[in-house]
């Protein structure tokens, strides 16, 4: 089965510095999708980034850049210049290439210093 | 921008209680998915809906839950004798595929919050 680790409960970093968050995914499959999903306090959940396992490139959006790590199964989301706005619970997410659900990650609680 | 809708945005029922849970998917959209969230824990998929019929269901869906397309724009969930421990955020998603580009992006309806007393 598949399963989705977030092994930082918490994270803090100071506006407009970097911050990376960590995800491990374990799976026999090898092609999947990976995503990660951003929770502010209203709880609506916001897809932040994808990425494809076949794509050797890591995928970019603004601010928001993926460290991508197929064979060790890792899939990190770092952000640049962050805003007090960035201020949310991450949820890292896999889904199977083929099927539906997306298995999500314990989330990571991000705090955004003025 | 389309978006997916969900009524109540928080329900409160006794234990024992029949709730159903309703969802608006996005027009086009042909895959439909529920999911809860207990508070403070990771979001956990429940069931996958197309064409009318499930297509997957986690170990969590059990005979207490039930899901509909009663019309061509709604998406219920129901839950038939609540439990303490059905309270949770229940969110919405649908997708216009299961795989392929963007179109298999899901969007996420804003929750229903449900609380059993």
């Known amino acids: 089965a598949q399963t989705v680790t977030q092994s930082q409960p918490e994270m803090s970093v100071q506006e407009a510095e970097t911050v990376t968050l960590s995800c491990t995914y374990d799976t026999s499959e090898s092609d999947y999708y990976l995503f990660w999903y951003k929770q502010p306090p209203s709880r609506q959940m916001i897809l932040v980034i994808r990425q494809e396992a076949y794509k050797q490139q890591n995928a970019t959006e603004n601010r928001f850049s993926v460290n991508f790590q197929k064979a060790a199964k890792s899939f990190s989301l770092k952000i640049s210049d962050s805003q007090l706005g960035d201020a949310a619970m991450y949820f890292c997410a896999y889904r199977f290439y083929q099927g539906g659900k997306l298995i999500f990650g314990q989330g990571t609680e991000l705090s955004v210093k003025p | 921008e389309p978006e997916v809708t969900q009524t109540p945005s928080h329900q409160v029922t006794q234990m024992g209680q029949e709730v159903i849970l309703r969802c608006v998917p996005i027009s086009n959209h042909l895959y439909f998915y529920w999911y809860r969230q207990i508070l403070g824990q990771k979001v956990e998929f429940l069931v996958s809906?197309?064409?009318?019929?499930?297509?997957?269901k986690s170990e969590i869906f059990d005979d207490q839950f039930s899901v509909e397309r009663p019309d061509g724009s709604n998406f219920t969930l129901k839950i038939r004798s609540t439990k303490l421990e059905d309270s949770a955020m229940y969110f919405c998603?649908?997708?216009?595929?299961?795989?392929?580009?963007?179109?298999?992006?899901?969007?996420f309806g804003p929750g229903t919050r449900l609380t059993v007393t």
């Open positions: 809906f197309y064409n009318n019929e499930i297509s997957e």
């Open positions: 998603a649908s997708s216009e595929a299961t795989s392929g580009s963007s179109l298999d992006e899901q969007y």
